[in-house]
């Protein structure tokens, strides 16, 4: 009696889990179908019906993520695709999804154990370098973005992220001709063209400085104060001092209060030797405070650059009385010249 009830078991359970598998297979089918449609709602509550009627049914995951990506909703698509691969680690299309979404996701170490899982992802080797940019790790990045520049010359992105990527490493002379030949392929992007300003900027290249920050203009970069200072301070140091001192002279306007924008236009005319340019900003900062000692000791330096060497030296030595720590320029100075 034992044996036909144990038998008679069997056969109900084979015969519900046969039901249940052709019942998920159905609205797998009948999820696919409405997926050609972009009927992506319709077709995943189907998916979600063949999922509940077998648990295990990893292909049901595969398509449910890929409808839930869809419909933008990347949170249900990384729970599928996981699931997917937790059924099946081999899975080439759960872990390539799930490579992208975690990028996306901006959780980089995810993103490179997928890819590096991935038998046949064509940007594995991008999304790994992007990667391990992101997590600065620059030495690894660079290895793998060289190649991948080597590769494919016209990667604007990828050229873009080894130049940034010789920058943080503190080599611009590097930097430099790879973010000249990523703005050769994407010449639209503004942020690349303000970042190359800044470079040429650092690097007393100053006209090419002014050509870049102009170009960030053009394509959207905002003209933020600091944004003009440096164009301001470019064309100033590039000879172009009336543009320079018309920019700087708005922003000046905009910040009346601060001593070191009339600090460093005072020190830029003084380095281009134009003394009398130096002299009015060494006058504005005195008539703010005329214990400047700090500018009363520039405009002594002009008039010694003018040839007034008397009236400058006291100047200086009056500067010194007011802020001793600037004796010390004057000690480098004589040590200079002996």
């Not at 069997?10 to 972009?38: M, N």
């Not at 008039?303 to 001793?324: H, N, R, V, W, Y």
Request: proline share 1%.
């Amino acid at each position: 009696m034992k044996n036909i009830l144990t038998i008679t078991f069997v056969l109900i359970s084979c015969s519900t889990f046969s039901q249940s598998s052709d019942s998920s297979s159905f609205y797998l089918e009948k999820g696919k179908e409405e997926k050609i449609a972009r009927k992506y709602l319709v077709a995943a509550n189907h998916f979600e019906k063949a999922i509940l009627l077998n648990p295990k049914f990893t292909e049901a995951y595969i398509e449910n993520g890929l409808v839930n990506k869809e419909m933008r909703r990347t949170d249900a698509a990384k729970q599928n695709f996981t699931k997917a691969y937790e059924l099946d680690n081999n899975n080439q299309t759960a872990i390539t999804e799930l490579m992208n979404l975690y990028f996306s996701y901006r959780q980089f170490q995810n993103a490179i154990d997928f890819a590096q899982k991935c038998k046949n992802c064509a940007d594995k080797d991008r999304i790994i370098a992007m990667s391990y940019f992101q997590m600065e790790d620059y030495g690894k990045a660079e290895k793998i973005l060289l190649t991948l520049v080597a590769k494919n010359p016209e990667d604007a992105e990828a050229t873009y992220t080894l130049a940034r990527t010789y920058l943080e490493m503190g080599l611009e002379g590097k930097a430099i001709p790879y973010y000249t030949k990523a703005l050769q392929l994407d010449d639209k992007k503004s942020k690349w063209h303000f970042e190359l300003g800044l470079l040429y900027y650092n690097n007393d290249n100053y006209k090419n400085a002014v050509i870049s920050f102009n170009k960030a203009a053009e394509n959207g970069f905002i003209r933020s104060n600091d944004f003009n200072e440096n164009l301001g301070f470019s064309y100033i140091y590039s000879g172009e001092f009336d543009k320079g001192e018309s920019l700087i002279t708005e922003i000046i306007a905009r910040k009346p209060g601060d001593k070191e924008i009339l600090r460093d236009v005072a020190l830029a005319f003084y380095d281009r030797k134009m003394y009398d340019k130096c002299l009015t900003y060494c006058q504005k900062l005195m008539e703010m405070d005329m214990k400047d000692g700090k500018a009363l000791y520039q405009a002594g330096l002009c008039f010694q650059k003018k040839g007034e060497t008397s009236k400058g030296q006291q100047m200086c030595d009056k500067a010194i009385e007011l802020d001793p720590s600037l004796a010390g320029l004057r000690q480098k100075k004589m040590t200079m010249g002996m």
